[in-house]
């Protein structure tokens, strides 16, 4: 039976690079799911707002980790040749995109009414209100929720570990296996796991306080 050493530690935190590379695949591909799906909220067309709200209920009302395996055991069922890596992107973006357009649906509609009426009053079509007159703005009340979300990104893809994708959660259980001390392994995954969260959680309070400082003057 091996011992938990330097080697067992450097492995798991080789891992990490993967947990952050995932992490920022589920982030840049929800973001712009997200956004898709927050303009087909507050579109004026009835229909986008029915499917963009109809997305929103099934993967926020359903667990991420269903979704991993529907995703994962589902495409070969459906024919489709795919493994953990793009299993585990794809449940992530789809997951990512519904939160993510939840969060910036309510940023965009905490825009003030009279930017809006301002905007029709000028004649600007939609694209163009979006453009020039309320995403600017929703931009700067989106970021603190929008970083505070990816902390949850990052905790999300420990789940990947399920279908055999090697983060820091999968390699944390590799290195178990081989060592049988849990407590050991299992401090360092949940250290890994707090070094990349902190920093990111910290920004985020530190966005909402000047958020609030700032609606305050």
């Known amino acids: 039976m091996r011992t938990f050493g330097l080697p067992e530690f450097l492995f798991i935190l080789e891992a990490a690079k993967w947990t952050v590379a995932l992490s920022l695949i589920a982030f840049i591909g929800g973001a712009i799911g997200g956004l898709l799906v927050a303009l087909g909220r507050t579109s004026e067309n009835r229909l986008a707002q029915l499917l963009s709200g109809g997305f929103i209920q099934i993967f926020q009302g ?34 990512s995109s519904a939160f993510l357009g939840e969060i910036w649906r309510g940023c965009i509609q905490a825009i003030p009414a009279g930017q809006v009426e301002a905007a029709h009053a000028l004649s600007l079509s939609y694209f163009s209100r979006m453009r020039f007159v309320i995403l600017p703005q929703a931009f700067k009340i989106a970021l603190a929720p929008t970083v505070g979300y990816l902390v949850q990104i990052i905790k999300g893809t420990s789940l990947a570990a399920i279908i055999g994708f090697t983060e820091i959660t999968r390699a944390g259980q590799i290195i178990n296996n081989a060592t049988f001390q849990p407590l050991i392994v299992f401090s360092v995954v949940a250290a890994i796991y707090f070094a990349l969260c902190w920093p990111l959680s910290l920004m985020a309070s530190r966005m909402e306080r000047r958020q609030a400082a700032a609606l305050a003057r």
Do not use: C, E, K, S
């Open 62 to 95: 359903t667990p991420l980790l269903l979704q991993l395996f529907l995703v994962f055991f589902g495409a070969p069922v459906l024919g489709f040749d795919i493994n953990p890596w793009i299993a585990a992107g794809v449940a992530l973006i789809l997951n």
